[in-house]
């Protein structure tokens, strides 16, 4: 071994350095990990949201080649759009694979059973997915084609059926036995009615009531048959699927027949609904029953429904939408939403959806004339018959219902006597129209963060000032915490307070809370003035800075008063009840849990969060400042206002910017103390619902990737953003200031 | 001279004084409330004996008065009532709990004081504890052991009696949880294990009849534990007792259903002091009876704890390393002081955007892919892929990453930049001088920010409702079968069950002291995190002040 002094090495460890490589990278890759994940929310809130801003979109799935002899009425798909079906004029419906490698594939051909000669076709609101074939003998075939699924050896397998609703039965219309040349139907739950023009031009609606025969179990129909008095010739029919109205269009006039009751047909109203400079071509009933949508050559598509006017129920004009110009347009409905479909002579599309006014989609889809149309039952996809050749469209249409204006504006609902603001977002019936406005529950939240400020930053920031300037140190060091641990009470406490505790106190003691907000002031500058006039000796027995523990006392006093009076202020000036005079006398509706109460309980869950930044910032100001200025020979007061409030107000600002975003946000206590009805109305004795307790009340309930579900994380990213940029600003007002305070 | 007054400005001094008045004596009077509506609970109030008579039928009540109020005459005469012969504005009227549910239409009713003919206190008046139905009070008539009227000193065999059907119930109860519980869940677990072969296309014929055998070992097994079970339960049924009610009439009280008994008008102060603690104990270590309006919170009490330790657990190492990371490794530049104010401002966000990120991005994406990728057999049913205390523990985790990220920071930038160069000068790498120096003396800031997370993380209750929180878990999720702690359960949370039982319940009224208890004990547990938390940081603050010097 060579002897090698020993040297003093400076060179670290190889290990060491290895290991603090390392634990930069880790703690780097952690760090920025972290950071990421809580970007994700912001990304992930969109991502869920960005969906229902998309608009439709129509794509061609496969062309299907039909034999060139037959001539079909209508065409229809299952559910799972693999079989599509044809029925022809002879009576015969063909099934073909639409999807997949089989595609183009005839699968099966079936025969309706039909007594009489075919001398019409008609088809049931999609929901129902019956046909029906006029035959010349007055009667009507009613089928419905279905499929019965089977699962060999784990594969799904589907056999297309013909099944009869009537039980294979036909049904007399004309008992004169005269041929139908058009005719409507509908048969659903225990109603069953035909509206049919016959041969010698008669229109007939007949009600059909099935009645078992109690010996031999069979069907036996009790018909009522009414002539309809209309001239003119006939262009369509049409019934509405509980078989309560019932619509015959000849040329531009629309008769309408209430048919509730079987033997006492009337008409309802008698509409001239063409636009101005155009005529009507054909008519549709949107999905619901309650629309009727008509479609002009002008290319205009007129939406009409019911509405309470001075003359009783009418049918009104509601809005319309400009399609392709077309001689022969056709509407389509969808089966369950309010998204429909127009076809033209010339291969035109047109998808649209009535509540929020949207043109989805518009193309040409086929050279030549669109012969037949059907949606899926979910939507998902459109059969277009042209010529002989079935067309299949992929459609993109998740969210129809959800546009800016739906969301932000009026909008004229089914059934609603006048545009309004409205949020109902479910309810027990599949062809219900959602109302998804979110202005009545922005304006809920905005109202109860309102009534949470008003009474919390003016509490809140004199408390705030005074412990900051005139409180006598010892006691500021036990007071600011005392406050400030009132920010950690869990809200669901001060809710469930609220709820069951101030609500009922505030309904038996209105008039004590407007007692105490007008004596509790006077109150205090009584005592103050009593103050003045207290000999020095006991005035100096109290050290500066500890007005407010004398007031205490004071308070309570007031408060117990103001209680113990209330029954006797309540008799004495509103006849014992109050709740029954502001009803009767004022016209004010009371709930028991109102924005009152959430004011209350709110402003209480704010004023530590406004009081501990406030506090900070008059604390915080430099004394020279107030020195100096007392020293010049300003009052305590004057130096206050002028001076330090002057210096401080941005971190007031931020203060009440940061109690505003936790007002804003805050869910358990508007959940417990109001009533959670989404109305608009700034009594101060109504509820309220807030973006946030709907999402708690709604979100559980809502099935994932509907537009309910993606409605309410756009009520979570506004919240988000708005509470975001509140703090942000809030925050950055306080840099500034820590950094001016600094500089002084 | 008045005027002059109002110019000094004193009066509006007073007036801010007066607002620290108002913060004062809202937040020491609400805690006063809570802990005096929620303590005062347990205590065995007195039962009243009550000879009615006036605007009601003559009848006897007997129970405990809950409230008093006075009701002004007028509106009382409005409802065609006649006061003429009694002098004042006011008539009283008083809210007694009498129990009996099942006799009586409403176990609550409002008496007024100018009914009561006479009322008495008479010590043999007993109040029974049962699991169903809530308390029952009366006179104890008779005693029976095994259809034999007990003659020789009945209360003391009726004692005696009661603990016996409790044990018996007790034990009964256990092996239903249990062992009984056990068997099902392995039966569970043997149906997933057959469905699991079967989607893998490899259930062989030994495969069925292995797990055959196992079932029908389980069965074996079940049968034994059921015969047991049944022979604890009618050992329970074998004692009755009889009670004389407030109409007078007997009723039979099978003890089965008696918990425990006391004669409230009979007890000394002491006697008394012992029934308040064993009742506090009761509601500390009980389970949730008749819709959770009755008996204990030891499910939401470990729920609560559970899911919290679940989220510090989760939090605090993330937490840390982004701290240290921004304070220590991040470049000083704009960027990082955006970064800091959005955190910062993170804190502020509100609770329930947190509950719907976590609902969708945790339970049904990530949850709903762990489903489809390691539980198939489950399906249709989720495991992961629905609300559960893991994902409620990581929504809260990120709902408090901020406070810790935050406090931390605080610790990391108070501590003097000269002991971080002592370090370095001495040759120590980055590494090593955050981990021997800085670490260390910033640990209480680091343990101030987990405190101030587990105090926020435990009174929240908005995300939960989305995320995994439910009024009656049947099961707890830590329990003796394999893997022991099931992270998909759903759980119960104290904040959740003050908002559940005095809101969703159908009988308020029963509830509501419960639910100021419950109250009080979430806000003491809360309170005492938080004076914990503010204790250290102060004690922090002091340290290294002096260290600075």
Known sequence: MTSNPQKPSFKTDRSRLFKDRFAQFGITSGGVMVLVALLLIFFYLLYVVQPIFESAKVEKRVDIALSAEKRYFALGVEEQTEIAYLLDNTGQVDFYQVKGDGAGELVSTLQTKLDGQITSFAKSAPFLGQYAYGLDNGQVQILKPNFVVTFPGNQRVMKPRLGYPLAGQQLLVDEQQQALKKFAFSHYEDKTAVVALTADKRVIFASFAAEENMFTGELEWQVTRTELPIDGRIDDLLISPDTTRTFVRSANQIYIFDTRFADDVKQFQLLAANEENANLVSMALLAGANSLMLANDNGEVSQWFEVNTDAGREFAKIRAFDSDKSKHMKVHSEFYRRTFFTTTEKGELGVYYTTSEAELWRGKVADQAIDAFAISPRANAALLLTGNQVSVFEIHNEHPEVTWSALWQEVWYEGYPEPAYTWQSTSASDDFESKFSLVPISFGTIKAAFYAMLFAVPIALSAAIYTAYFMSSELRRVVKPTVEIMEALPTVILGFLAGLWLAPLIESHLPAIVALLLLLPLAILGTALGWTKLPKAIRHLVPDGWHSILLIPVVLLVGWVSFAMSDVIEGWMFGGNVRQYLTNELGLTFDQRNSLVVGIAMGFAVIPTIFSIAEDAVFSVPRHLSNGSLALGATQWQTLVRVVLLTASPGIFSAVMMGLGRAVGETMIVLMATGNTPIMDWSIFQGMRTLAANIAVEMPESEVGSSHYRILFLAAFVLFIFTFVFNTMAEFVRQQLREKYSSM | ?549
């Not at chain 2, 007997?250 to 002491?270: A, I, K, R, S």
């Not at chain 2, 991040?330 to 509950?355: C, Q």
């Not at chain 2, 547990?525 to 940081?537: C, K």
């Open chain 2, 1 to 549: 001279m008045v005027r002059q007054w109002f110019k000094s400005g004193s009066p509006w001094i007073w007036m801010t004084g007066g607002a620290v008045s108002i913060s004062l004596i809202s937040v020491l009077g609400l805690l006063a409330m809570i802990a005096w509506k929620g303590l005062s609970f347990f205590w065995p109030s007195e039962v009243v004996e009550m000879h009615l008579q006036g605007s009601v039928q003559k009848q006897t009540v007997i129970g405990e008065i809950y409230d008093r109020e006075l009701v002004p005459k007028s509106r009382l005469e409005a409802t065609g009532l006649d006061f003429s012969n009694h002098p004042g504005e006011y008539i009283e009227r008083l809210l007694v709990k009498t129990g009996n549910r099942e006799y009586v239409e409403l176990d609550f009713r409002w008496i007024l004081s100018t009914d009561i003919q006479s009322q008495s206190k008479p010590a043999q008046i007993a109040v029974f504890e049962r699991t169903k139905n809530g308390n029952f009070y009366g006179y104890v008539e008779r005693v029976i052991r095994d259809g034999q009227v007990v003659t020789d000193n009945p209360v003391e065999a009726l004692e005696e009696m009661v603990e016996r059907a409790v044990e018996l119930n007790d034990e009964a109860l256990d092996l239903q949880n249990g062992e009984i519980g056990h068997i099902n869940y392995e039966l569970e677990r043997l149906r997933l294990k057959e469905r699991a072969y079967q989607l893998d296309d490899e259930l062989t014929p030994e495969i069925i009849a292995d797990l055959e055998a196992q079932r029908a070992a389980l069965r074996e097994e079940y049968k034994v534990l059921e015969k047991t079970l049944f022979e604890l339960r009618n050992g329970a049924k074998r004692d009755e007792v009889v009670v004389r009610d407030m109409r007078g009439e007997e009723v039979t009280l099978p003890l089965y259903q008696v918990l425990d008994f006391w004669f409230p008008n009979d007890m000394g102060f002491f006697a008394k002091v012992g029934h308040y603690m064993s009742q506090i104990g009761k509601f500390i270590s009980d389970d949730p009876r008749e819709a959770n309006t009755e008996g204990g919170v030891f499910p939401a009490i470990f729920g609560t704890v559970f899911m919290v330790m679940l989220m510090a657990v989760i939090v605090t190492p993330f937490g840390v390393v982004a701290a240290i990371y921004l304070h220590e490794y991040a470049a000083k530049n704009a960027v990082t002081k955006m970064i800091r104010i959005a955190v910062i401002n993170l804190a502020g966000v509100p609770s329930i955007v947190y509950g719907v990120f976590g609902l969708g991005f945790f339970v049904y994406m990530l949850g709903g892919s762990i489903d489809a990728l390691f539980y198939p057999e489950a399906s249709p049913s989720p495991v992961f892929g629905t609300p559960g205390v893991i994902w409620s523990a990581l929504t809260l985790a990120i709902l408090t990453l901020p406070v810790v990220i935050v406090s931390t920071e605080e610790g990391l930038s108070r501590i003097p930049s000269t002991v971080r160069h002592g370090s370095l000068a001495l040759g120590a790498t980055k590494a090593e001088t955050l981990w021997r120096i800085i670490i260390p003396m910033a640990s209480p800031a680091i343990m101030t920010g987990l405190i101030l997370a587990v105090a926020r993380a435990a009174g929240e209750v908005a995300p939960l409702m989305l995320v995994g929180v439910v009024k009656m878990a049947p099961t707890l999720p830590l329990d003796g079968n394999f893997p022991y702690i099931h992270l998909d359960r759903k759980f119960m949370h104290l904040g959740f069950h003050i908002y559940d039982v005095g809101f969703q319940s159908p009988n308020v009224e029963a509830a509501r002291p419960l639910v100021y208890a419950t109250a009080f004990l979430l806000v003491t547990v809360i309170i005492a995190l938080n004076i914990t938390a503010i204790g250290i940081r102060n004690h922090l603050r002091e340290k290294f002040r002096a260290l600075e010097n």
